[in-house]
Protein backbone atom coordinates (compact mmCIF):
# COMPACT_ATOMS: atom_id res chain seq x y z
CA UNK A 1 0.00 0.00 0.00
CA UNK A 2 1.39 3.30 -0.88
CA UNK A 3 1.50 5.93 1.41
CA UNK A 4 -1.29 8.37 -0.11
CA UNK A 5 -3.64 4.87 0.14
CA UNK A 6 -2.58 4.44 3.87
CA UNK A 7 -3.61 8.46 4.36
CA UNK A 8 -6.75 7.44 2.17
CA UNK A 9 -7.66 4.58 4.01
CA UNK A 10 -7.68 6.49 7.12
CA UNK A 11 -10.13 9.40 5.94
CA UNK A 12 -13.66 8.86 7.35
CA UNK A 13 -16.52 9.37 5.22
CA UNK A 14 -20.30 9.50 5.02
CA UNK A 15 -22.34 7.20 3.05
CA UNK A 16 -22.55 9.26 -0.19
CA UNK A 17 -18.34 9.48 -0.06
CA UNK A 18 -18.35 12.76 1.27
CA UNK A 19 -15.06 13.40 3.14
CA UNK A 20 -15.17 13.83 6.67
CA UNK A 21 -12.21 16.32 6.79
CA UNK A 22 -10.20 16.82 3.50
CA UNK A 23 -6.32 15.98 4.22
CA UNK A 24 -5.38 19.01 2.56
CA UNK A 25 -7.08 21.30 5.37
CA UNK A 26 -4.29 22.62 7.60
CA UNK A 27 -4.83 21.94 11.17
CA UNK A 28 -5.91 25.28 13.63
CA UNK A 29 -3.67 26.64 15.29
CA UNK A 30 -4.16 28.12 18.84
CA UNK A 31 -3.33 32.12 19.31
CA UNK A 32 -4.44 33.75 21.70
CA UNK A 33 -2.47 37.17 21.11
CA UNK A 34 -4.08 36.92 17.41
CA UNK A 35 -7.52 36.73 19.42
CA UNK A 36 -6.95 39.96 21.33
CA UNK A 37 -5.41 41.34 18.54
CA UNK A 38 -8.78 41.17 16.57
CA UNK A 39 -10.94 41.74 19.12
CA UNK A 40 -9.69 45.07 19.79
CA UNK A 41 -10.10 45.95 15.63
CA UNK A 42 -13.64 44.52 16.35
CA UNK A 43 -13.74 47.19 19.36
CA UNK A 44 -13.40 50.03 16.46
CA UNK A 45 -15.86 48.98 14.09
CA UNK A 46 -17.86 46.36 14.90
CA UNK A 47 -19.58 46.06 11.90
CA UNK A 48 -16.16 44.07 10.35
CA UNK A 49 -17.16 40.56 10.92
CA UNK A 50 -13.75 39.66 9.24
CA UNK A 51 -12.30 40.19 12.60
CA UNK A 52 -14.96 37.79 14.19
CA UNK A 53 -14.12 35.47 12.07
CA UNK A 54 -9.95 35.53 12.56
CA UNK A 55 -11.20 35.27 16.33
CA UNK A 56 -12.80 32.03 16.10
CA UNK A 57 -9.48 30.74 13.62
CA UNK A 58 -7.31 31.94 16.11
CA UNK A 59 -9.46 29.84 19.05
CA UNK A 60 -10.38 26.52 17.90
CA UNK A 61 -11.93 24.39 19.76
CA UNK A 62 -11.12 21.27 20.63
CA UNK A 63 -14.21 19.15 20.53
CA UNK A 64 -14.93 21.02 17.60
CA UNK A 65 -13.99 17.72 15.58
CA UNK A 66 -16.14 15.85 17.66
CA UNK A 67 -19.24 17.57 17.18
CA UNK A 68 -18.86 17.55 13.16
CA UNK A 69 -18.73 14.01 13.34
CA UNK A 70 -21.37 13.34 15.54
CA UNK A 71 -23.92 15.11 13.48
CA UNK A 72 -22.36 14.62 9.86
CA UNK A 73 -22.03 10.56 10.18
CA UNK A 74 -25.46 10.30 11.57
CA UNK A 75 -28.64 9.12 9.35
CA UNK A 76 -30.39 12.28 10.45
CA UNK A 77 -26.94 14.43 9.27
CA UNK A 78 -27.20 12.82 6.02
CA UNK A 79 -31.03 13.63 5.87
CA UNK A 80 -29.97 17.18 6.51
CA UNK A 81 -27.35 17.47 4.15
CA UNK A 82 -29.89 15.74 1.02
CA UNK A 83 -32.58 18.26 2.24
CA UNK A 84 -30.52 21.40 2.95
CA UNK A 85 -27.22 21.06 1.79
CA UNK A 86 -26.97 25.00 2.01
CA UNK A 87 -28.82 27.28 4.25
CA UNK A 88 -28.07 30.68 2.10
CA UNK A 89 -31.34 30.08 -0.56
CA UNK A 90 -33.56 28.52 1.92
CA UNK A 91 -33.14 31.81 4.09
CA UNK A 92 -32.74 34.11 1.46
CA UNK A 93 -36.01 33.38 -0.56
CA UNK A 94 -38.18 35.95 1.25
CA UNK A 95 -41.12 35.48 -0.98
CA UNK A 96 -41.34 31.94 -0.05
CA UNK A 97 -40.71 32.16 3.48
CA UNK A 98 -43.35 34.96 3.66
CA UNK A 99 -45.85 32.23 2.76
CA UNK A 100 -45.53 30.53 5.62
CA UNK A 101 -48.15 31.19 8.72
CA UNK A 102 -48.09 34.86 10.21
CA UNK A 103 -46.35 34.66 13.34
CA UNK A 104 -44.18 31.61 12.47
CA UNK A 105 -40.26 31.48 12.93
CA UNK A 106 -39.90 32.42 8.92
CA UNK A 107 -42.06 35.66 9.20
CA UNK A 108 -39.66 36.70 12.42
CA UNK A 109 -36.49 36.09 10.64
CA UNK A 110 -37.44 37.56 7.23
CA UNK A 111 -38.44 41.23 9.26
CA UNK A 112 -35.54 41.09 11.20
CA UNK A 113 -33.47 40.43 8.43
CA UNK A 114 -35.09 43.44 6.05
CA UNK A 115 -35.51 46.00 8.98
CA UNK A 116 -31.86 45.22 9.19
CA UNK A 117 -30.71 45.32 5.91
CA UNK A 118 -29.01 41.74 6.06
CA UNK A 119 -28.92 38.30 4.09
CA UNK A 120 -27.47 35.50 4.74
CA UNK A 121 -25.84 35.73 1.21
CA UNK A 122 -23.80 38.78 2.46
CA UNK A 123 -22.81 37.22 5.96
CA UNK A 124 -21.42 34.21 3.54
CA UNK A 125 -19.63 36.77 1.43
CA UNK A 126 -18.42 38.61 4.23
CA UNK A 127 -16.68 35.25 5.54
CA UNK A 128 -15.26 34.45 1.77
CA UNK A 129 -13.32 37.83 1.87
CA UNK A 130 -11.17 35.97 4.29
CA UNK A 131 -9.74 34.05 1.11
CA UNK A 132 -10.15 30.88 3.08
CA UNK A 133 -9.84 27.77 0.86
CA UNK A 134 -13.26 25.67 0.09
CA UNK A 135 -12.32 22.05 0.75
CA UNK A 136 -15.87 20.66 -0.11
CA UNK A 137 -15.73 18.14 2.73
CA UNK A 138 -18.30 17.88 5.58
CA UNK A 139 -16.31 20.11 7.85
CA UNK A 140 -17.21 22.95 5.57
CA UNK A 141 -21.09 22.26 4.93
CA UNK A 142 -20.65 21.93 9.00
CA UNK A 143 -19.04 24.95 9.54
CA UNK A 144 -21.46 27.13 7.14
CA UNK A 145 -24.18 26.15 8.91
CA UNK A 146 -22.89 27.36 11.72
CA UNK A 147 -22.12 30.28 10.07
CA UNK A 148 -25.68 30.54 8.39
CA UNK A 149 -27.61 30.26 11.26
CA UNK A 150 -26.50 32.85 13.59
CA UNK A 151 -29.26 35.58 12.65
CA UNK A 152 -31.90 33.11 13.30
CA UNK A 153 -30.48 32.84 16.99
CA UNK A 154 -31.80 36.53 17.42
CA UNK A 155 -34.86 36.00 16.19
CA UNK A 156 -35.18 32.89 18.68
CA UNK A 157 -33.83 34.41 21.33
CA UNK A 158 -35.20 37.87 21.24
CA UNK A 159 -31.71 39.58 21.45
CA UNK A 160 -31.40 42.50 18.93
CA UNK A 161 -27.96 43.73 16.92
CA UNK A 162 -27.22 46.08 19.59
CA UNK A 163 -23.86 45.80 21.11
CA UNK A 164 -25.50 43.86 24.14
CA UNK A 165 -27.51 41.55 22.21
CA UNK A 166 -24.96 40.91 19.99
CA UNK A 167 -22.65 39.36 23.21
CA UNK A 168 -25.48 37.54 24.10
CA UNK A 169 -26.09 35.83 20.95
CA UNK A 170 -22.66 34.37 20.77
CA UNK A 171 -22.87 34.09 24.53
CA UNK A 172 -25.87 32.03 23.64
CA UNK A 173 -23.86 30.22 20.58
CA UNK A 174 -21.46 29.19 23.35
CA UNK A 175 -23.87 27.50 25.46
CA UNK A 176 -24.95 25.21 22.37
CA UNK A 177 -21.20 24.59 20.78
CA UNK A 178 -18.60 25.97 23.25
CA UNK A 179 -15.32 27.62 22.03
CA UNK A 180 -13.26 30.16 23.36
CA UNK A 181 -14.16 32.71 20.64
CA UNK A 182 -17.47 33.05 21.72
CA UNK A 183 -16.20 33.33 25.01
CA UNK A 184 -13.31 35.76 24.28
CA UNK A 185 -16.00 38.23 22.08
CA UNK A 186 -18.67 38.03 24.57
CA UNK A 187 -17.28 38.76 27.98
CA UNK A 188 -14.53 40.47 26.69
CA UNK A 189 -17.14 42.84 24.86
CA UNK A 190 -19.51 42.70 27.71
CA UNK A 191 -16.84 43.65 30.13
CA UNK A 192 -16.44 46.77 27.44
CA UNK A 193 -19.71 47.71 27.70
CA UNK A 194 -19.53 47.64 31.50
CA UNK A 195 -16.39 50.29 31.28
CA UNK A 196 -17.80 52.21 28.28
CA UNK A 197 -21.71 52.79 29.75
CA UNK A 198 -21.11 53.42 33.77
CA UNK A 199 -24.65 52.39 34.64
CA UNK A 200 -26.37 49.77 37.22
CA UNK A 201 -27.57 47.90 33.57
CA UNK A 202 -26.74 43.97 34.54
CA UNK A 203 -24.87 43.81 31.57
CA UNK A 204 -23.22 40.58 33.14
CA UNK A 205 -26.21 38.39 34.27
CA UNK A 206 -27.57 39.50 30.63
CA UNK A 207 -24.55 37.35 29.17
CA UNK A 208 -24.82 34.33 31.86
CA UNK A 209 -28.62 33.99 31.01
CA UNK A 210 -27.66 33.68 27.31
CA UNK A 211 -25.00 31.50 27.82
CA UNK A 212 -27.60 28.92 30.29
CA UNK A 213 -30.19 29.19 27.42
CA UNK A 214 -28.21 27.92 24.89
CA UNK A 215 -26.80 25.29 26.91
CA UNK A 216 -30.04 24.25 27.44
CA UNK A 217 -31.94 25.17 24.23
CA UNK A 218 -31.05 21.76 20.82
CA UNK A 219 -27.92 22.84 19.34
CA UNK A 220 -29.70 24.82 16.00
CA UNK A 221 -27.02 23.63 13.81
CA UNK A 222 -28.40 20.25 13.76
CA UNK A 223 -32.36 21.18 13.56
CA UNK A 224 -33.91 21.39 10.04
CA UNK A 225 -33.93 24.70 9.65
CA UNK A 226 -37.32 24.43 7.01
CA UNK A 227 -39.40 22.74 9.47
CA UNK A 228 -38.08 25.17 12.47
CA UNK A 229 -39.40 28.16 9.95
CA UNK A 230 -42.75 26.84 10.04
CA UNK A 231 -42.84 26.25 13.32
CA UNK A 232 -44.58 29.05 15.28
CA UNK A 233 -42.00 31.94 17.17
CA UNK A 234 -43.74 31.60 20.68
CA UNK A 235 -44.07 27.72 20.33
CA UNK A 236 -40.65 26.79 19.20
CA UNK A 237 -39.22 29.09 22.09
CA UNK A 238 -41.57 27.25 24.16
CA UNK A 239 -40.50 23.44 22.76
CA UNK A 240 -36.46 24.36 22.83
CA UNK A 241 -36.25 26.17 26.19
CA UNK A 242 -35.67 30.04 25.18
CA UNK A 243 -37.25 32.06 27.84
CA UNK A 244 -38.00 35.67 27.26
CA UNK A 245 -34.51 37.79 28.11
CA UNK A 246 -35.48 39.49 31.21
CA UNK A 247 -31.98 40.60 32.15
CA UNK A 248 -31.18 41.98 28.88
CA UNK A 249 -34.40 43.77 28.13
CA UNK A 250 -33.43 45.46 31.73
CA UNK A 251 -30.53 46.85 30.28
CA UNK A 252 -32.48 48.49 27.76
CA UNK A 253 -34.89 49.82 30.19
CA UNK A 254 -32.59 51.59 32.55
CA UNK A 255 -30.10 52.61 29.43
CA UNK A 256 -33.80 54.42 28.22
CA UNK A 257 -34.38 55.72 31.85
CA UNK A 258 -30.37 57.39 31.82
CA UNK A 259 -30.98 58.55 28.22
CA UNK A 260 -28.54 56.32 26.98
CA UNK A 261 -29.22 54.47 23.55
CA UNK A 262 -28.56 51.10 23.65
CA UNK A 263 -27.86 50.81 19.81
CA UNK A 264 -25.10 53.47 20.52
CA UNK A 265 -23.42 52.09 23.34
CA UNK A 266 -19.73 51.97 21.61
CA UNK A 267 -20.70 54.80 18.95
CA UNK A 268 -20.98 58.02 20.42
CA UNK A 269 -20.70 57.00 24.08
CA UNK A 270 -17.26 55.19 23.35
CA UNK A 271 -15.96 58.43 21.77
CA UNK A 272 -16.86 60.68 24.97
CA UNK A 273 -15.94 58.08 27.23
CA UNK A 274 -11.94 58.60 25.89
CA UNK A 275 -9.60 60.87 27.29
CA UNK A 276 -8.85 64.48 26.22
Not at 6 to 14: G, K, Q, Y
Not at 191 to 212: D, E, G, L
Not at 259 to 273: F, I, Q, R, S
Request: glycine letters at 6%.
Amino acid sequence: MTDQQAIHSTIECARDGTILRDPRRPEPKYSLPNAFGHFRELLKDKEDTSHVFRIFESLPSKNFMDRVRALTLSEHGETLRANEPSLVPILDDHEKLRKLPRGSVAHAYVNFMEREGLSAAGLAAEADKLGNVRYNDLVQWFGFRSRDTHDLMHVLTGYGRDALGEQCVLLFTYGQSPSHGHLLIGYAGAVNIKKTVKSPAPVMKACRQAQRTGRACPPLVAMSIRELLAMDLQDARTRFGIPEPTYYRECHRIWSEEGVDPYDLLGKHAVEAQPA
